[in-house]
């Protein structure tokens, strides 16, 4: 028997970080299906691009965005406004890995500040601009999405794993 497609975010508006590619796209994927329109921002252009491109019409599009650069967040929430009138659900998913597993003594400053910068200030930064529109509607939902390595040893980067600690 066919059953009818539940549009659950049907009006919903909705941003992914980090959605040209992994858990981000998949994320991106679902939303549309269930009738969300849904901004993609990466900075992966061409995987962001192609993404949008296999999507019909105006339920997926693609902002340039890396989520590290509070100047980048801010103009991501207010594009989404200026384009839907709205933000209904910020999806705040990007997150970088960094360099490979190595002991700790041979991490490079730069590589650790990076990595925090992104998966962490990144999704700071996310929240608190999604909220900038959010509050004063008094409706919207801000969700991060973290991973279980925190929980783990030796399966990823020290940056990595300290960086999704809840």
């Known amino acids: 028997m066919l059953t009818k497609p539940l549009y659950r ?8 970080t980090g959605g040209a590619s992994g858990f981000g796209k998949s994320t991106a994927k679902l939303f549309v299906q269930h009738g969300a329109k849904v901004i993609i921002s990466d900075v ?7 993404l949008c491109d296999e999507k019909v019409g105006i339920m997926i599009s693609y ?28 999806v705040n998913n990007a997150g970088i ?28 930064l996310g929240a608190k601009h999604a909220a900038r529109v959010m509050i004063p509607r008094k409706s919207g939902i801000i969700l991060f999405t973290a991973s279980v390595v925190s929980a783990m040893e030796g399966l990823t980067p020290h940056a990595y794993a300290m960086s999704n600690m809840q």
């Open 9 to 16: 975010l049907k009006r919903k508006v909705a941003i992914i």
């Open 63 to 90: 902002i340039h965005c890396d989520i590290s650069n509070e100047n980048n967040v801010k103009n991501l929430i207010d594009l989404t406004i200026s384009k839907h009138g709205k933000l209904d659900i910020m």
């Open 44 to 50: 992966q252009d061409e995987q962001g691009i192609s």
């Open 97 to 124: 890995f960094g360099d490979p597993i190595m002991p700790v003594l041979e991490i490079s400053s730069e590589n650790f500040k990076k990595v925090f910068e992104t998966n962490a200030y990144g999704g700071f």
